[in-house]
């Protein structure tokens, strides 16, 4: 390395001679050079000199870790050779500057593109490059797109330039002049099977692009590339994982932020530069992007959630907390932990049943032996305000007799299965996973491959783009919920699709190979596998709703996200609620219809950090109803890490302990006592606070807000938030600082510049936009509540069936000035469609000077799921209270009992007397 270093600058010198820069290049020729120096020619691997050359490439070898060693010369990609202006958009036709050899013999180079540029909205843009003479594979998931756009140019916070040589995009924001998009750098490459394009940012703060695990929530510059590919990878560091979300915000020097969209499906990879600039590589379809302009961080989610679609509201009780396990042995395990859960009183509401409930992990069976009481048990729990969920894997299993299986006898009749293309075999592609052939006793001592040789029967895959599949699946979901059991949610798993055996069952795939191993692989985990590797054959063929044969290869990425809404669908017309869904596999939109759990993960500690970064990462894809299996799925948990997880967990909107087969038990009431305490405590404030993070949610499916929320969301002028995943926000209004490593008993946290409230006690916090250490021993989690702010809340009870029927508390915690604002989203907690149909109530509620008063902008709750107005805190009154009054139109005044307590200033008053139900408007004053 020392002896290349010597060469660096040489070689630096030799280059920009030789590549004749024009003079407005000489006045930054340095900056300039070395930035087109980060691009690399040879993302491939395994490039030498001569290698490099023949791509006309710039070998220059660096000492700088990860960086290329073989780079684009300035000029390499596209020229633009037209381009026609209009009010909506621009359209620009480019030629490859064929100065450069091809980039890939394997893949044929399209050296002519039409790009389309639309300014679909003042705050939103589409660039989209394609084939003009070709059609190729488009993404068949439908955005909400403005109707017309913008074509007054005065309303748009952007500026479009086209660069010429190499030809690049340029978006500028208006207002600060500043370049946010920038892809007239080297390197764009649009061939048949590799498609790179490259954009300078405008800062070093860029946050997102899934699903993969990443150490820190602002990305590390350094030459970092993720895979995106969906595959059934538990998390691990630069490993693609179950989902693909090409989405990620930047932040910009003026403190503004945008967000970007690729709308691809391929598989494809991503990586992150020092210039600071971004680089996508994708392997198929055509490069569609979308931008959204913000500009604040928070208004940017809002936006990209408003084109790929608001998420789902989930049933209220799927904010309580859930229990689950890879591995009960029967029911009657299941309920001893229901007993001794309610005995030791932590509070919880849903239950789960793994695939060991079914007959040999056969969807939409029952394991009559060990799981025969398991219907009864069901209904007795959700006779008691307990819900239950279960899982269902996409794969169907194909060996048993004829007419014993309607799951797959109707999919053969209904023709369900994904095939092969006719030309080649009109057999359908099988694959592996769970389901033992019938009458077989699966031996276990023998190794993993030969097992699934032995004793896995054959499956076949649902294709969910078809309407008749989506039918199909829900008429197995109805029949089950009808003839066996009663659900109230459900859960799919291994829907990357994942398999047992590679491509297919023998592993030869049929047809065009280099769909299996494609010119350019992009960097996936498998990599060397091939891209069937534990999936199926990409020459697979699907069938998308209006007919179009499609193969695995472009659709891959999609299969979680066609299974989700055919689910979701199923689930509200089968029960006649709205319940929840949560999927393994995701793409942009997937929140419509159901949340994310963060996967397999491991019982380790570094992954209490990297769950909040998960959470974050997927609060900007637009899927708020998140969380990862609390005290890890894999491996041992330890007694401590368990608890901090359960401390921690009990703030993901998704709250549940999971854990897989033959570990030791990790639910809370494994551990003994103390355990048990200290989870009972903070799942009671998780509890009390439900009503808040329910109306958060409801923020999230009306406006696309965040709910768990990065700190720089909320405080995006001070740098310091930029960087800060080891707390997080509930909405605007709580701050969360967990212990996240072992033996601490303080944490250093960062304290906003604001007033906050210790949600412990009630006191002020006395400093502000700095980080201080905070006591945190081991049966407390930092919880701190922001001034200004009004969170209804309500007591804990065993579960929400029945907290849900305590009168209505509100915590009013005054800012500087003494005011504090808030609201309340209110429904039956379950029915369908509350929200478009208006069968909700929505309150504000507003504290400035001594006063407190509500305002009802949307009344439509039914009688029977009214609240009453209990107990309100107000924190930070400075001044002793003698009289709390409470008026009601046609009402006469009322006294309120109350308390002051002024060393906390705080100051209690009860309203539960006045039997007062929060639809009617009320003002509380004290003085
Ligand atoms: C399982 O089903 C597949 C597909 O029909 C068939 O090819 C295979 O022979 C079957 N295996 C057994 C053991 O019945
Ligand atoms: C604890 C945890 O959730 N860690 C990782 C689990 O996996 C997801 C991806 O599925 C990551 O985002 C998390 O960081």
């Known amino acids: 390395m020392a002896v290349w270093a010597v060469y660096l600058s040489l070689c630096l010198l030799i280059a920009l001679s030789a590549s004749g820069l ?8 340095e900056a300039k050079s070395l930035k087109s ?3 690399d020619c040879y993302p491939d691997g395994g490039s030498d000199q001569a290698k490099c050359e023949a791509r006309g490439c710039i070998w220059e070898p660096s000492s700088i870790p990860n960086a290329p060693w073989c780079y684009y010369a300035e000029t390499h990609g596209y020229i633009t050779s037209n381009i026609v202006e209009t009010a909506s958009g621009i359209t620009v036709d480019i030629e490859r500057n064929t100065d450069f050899p091809i980039q890939r013999s394997q893949s044929r180079d ?16 589409r660039w989209k490059i394609f084939d003009p003479a070709n059609a190729r594979f488009e993404v068949p998931v439908p955005l909400e797109l403005p109707a017309t756009p ?3 140019e005065n309303n748009r916070l952007y500026r479009v330039q086209i660069q010429n040589k190499p030809f690049g995009i340029q978006v500028i924001r208006k207002s600060s002049e500043e370049i946010i998009w920038d892809s007239a750098v080297p390197g764009f490459t649009f061939s048949d099977q590799f498609l790179q394009i490259s954009t300078r940012l405008p800062s070093n703060y860029v946050y997102g692009v899934g699903e993969t695990e990443h150490p820190s929530y602002t990305h590390d510059l350094n030459f970092h590339t993720y895979g995106l590919f969906a595959k059934d990878q538990p998390p691990g560091y630069k490993l693609n994982s179950y989902g693909v979300h090409p989405f990620y915000m930047g932040l910009e020097k003026s403190k503004n932020a945008h967000g970007v969209l690729l709308l691809n499906s391929n598989a494809m990879d991503v990586t992150i ?3 600071p600039a971004l680089t996508y590589r994708t392997i198929g379809g055509i490069l569609d992007f979308y931008m959204v302009m913000g500009p604040t961080p928070e208004v940017v989610v809002q936006q990209y959630t408003e084109m790929i679609g608001r998420p789902v509201l989930p049933a209220y009780w799927s904010l309580g907390f859930q229990l689950c396990r890879y591995g009960y042995a029967n029911d009657a395990e299941i309920a001893d932990l229901y007993n001794d859960m309610k005995a030791a009183k932590i509070p919880y509401d849903v239950q789960y049943a793994d695939i060991e409930y079914m007959e040999r992990q056969m969807d939409f069976t029952l394991d009559k032996e060990n799981f025969k009481g398991l219907p009864a048990l069901v209904d007795r729990m959700r006779a008691e305000g307990m819900r239950y969920i279960f899982i269902l894997d996409p794969a169907i299993a194909a060996n048993e007799t004829k007419g014993s299986y309607p799951a797959f006898d109707t999919g053969i009749e209904k023709d369900v299965f994904i095939k092969w293309p006719p030309k080649l075999s009109d057999d359908i592609v099988w694959g592996k996973v769970w389901p033992d052939y019938p009458n077989v006793d699966v031996d276990n001592s023998l190794d993993w491959d030969t097992q699934v040789k032995l004793f896995r029967a054959f499956v076949a895959f649902p294709d969910f783009f078809k309407k008749s599949t989506a039918e199909w699946w829900g008429q197995q979901i109805k029949d089950y919920y009808n003839n066996v059991m009663k659900f109230d949610g459900l859960w799919i798993d291994m829907n990357e699709p994942a398999s047992f055996v590679h491509g297919t069952v023998g592993e030869k795939c049929l047809g065009d190979q280099t769909l299996e191993n494609p010119p350019y692989m992009p960097r996936l985990e498998s990599m060397y596998r091939g891209l069937n590797h534990k999936t199926m054959c990409m020459n697979s ?6 007919g179009t044969r499609v193969k695995h290869y472009d659709v891959h990425n999609l299969y979680g996200w066609s299974h989700t809404k055919p689910t979701y669908d199923a689930l509200l017309s089968t029960t006649g609620k709205r319940g929840v869904v949560v999927t393994r596999s995701t793409y942009p939109s997937s929140g419509r219809w159901a949340g994310h759990w963060l996967g397999d993960n491991y019982s380790r500690w570094d992954q209490l950090l990297k769950s909040i970064i998960g959470m974050m990462e997927f609060s900007i894809f637009g899927i708020p109803y998140t969380g990862a299996d609390i005290c890890g799925f894999f491996n041992h948990a330890e007694y401590e890490m368990c608890l901090r997880w359960m401390q921690l967990g009990a703030f993901y909107p998704f709250s549940r302990n999971h854990n897989t087969i033959n570990m030791p038990r990790q639910d809370p009431v494994a551990w003994g006592d103390e355990f048990a305490a200290v989870s009972r405590d903070v799942l009671n404030i998780r509890y009390t606070l439900l009503p808040y993070l329910y109306t958060l949610m409801y923020e999230a499916h009306a406006h696309g807000n965040t709910v768990v929320r990065p700190l720089l969301h909320e405080f995006v002028t001070d740098e310091n938030t930029w960087k800060i995943d080891r707390q997080f926000l509930w909405g605007p ?9 072992p033996g601490v008993t303080v944490v250093r946290g960062y304290v906003p510049n604001a007033r906050w409230y210790d949600y412990h006690t009630g006191e002020v916090v006395g400093v502000r936009g700095q980080f201080v250490d905070m006591e945190t021993p081991l049966w ?8 200004g702010h009004i969170l209804p809340w309500q007591k804990a009870e065993s579960n929400t069936h029945y907290s849900r029927l305590n009168p209505l508390g509100l915590l009013v915690a005054l800012d500087d000035g003494g005011s504090a604002h808030g609201s309340l989203f209110w429904d039956d907690g379950e029915g369908i469609d509350t929200v478009q149909n208006k069968r909700f109530l929505l309150t504000t509620f507003t504290a400035s000077s001594g006063v407190l008063t509500s305002m009802v902008p949307t009344d439509g709750l039914a009688e029977a799921d009214r609240l009453t107005l209990g107990l309100v805190k107000v924190w930070g009154v400075t001044a002793p209270v003698t009289r709390v009054t409470m008026s009601v139109t046609g009402q006469p005044d009322a006294d309120l009992p109350f308390t002051y307590n002024a060393q906390v200033q705080e100051l209690q008053f009860d309203a539960t007397s006045q039997s007062h139900t929060i639809e009617k408007p009320f003002t509380i004053t004290w003085n």
Do not use: C, M
């Open 780 to 787: 407390k989690i930092n919880l701190h509540v922001r001034g």
């Open 273 to 275: 530069l020092p210039t």
């Open 22 to 29: 024009e003079p407005d290049y000489t006045v930054n020729w």
């Open 733 to 741: 209004a709580l701050l969360i600082t967990p212990a996240l490593d």
């Open 110 to 125: 399209i050296n002519k593109l039409r790009v389309e540029i639309t300014f679909l909205s003042g705050k939103s843009l």
């Open 541 to 546: 063929e699907q069938i998308l709703d209006d």
């Open 150 to 152: 913008e074509t007054e």
């Open 37 to 39: 120096r980060d691009f």
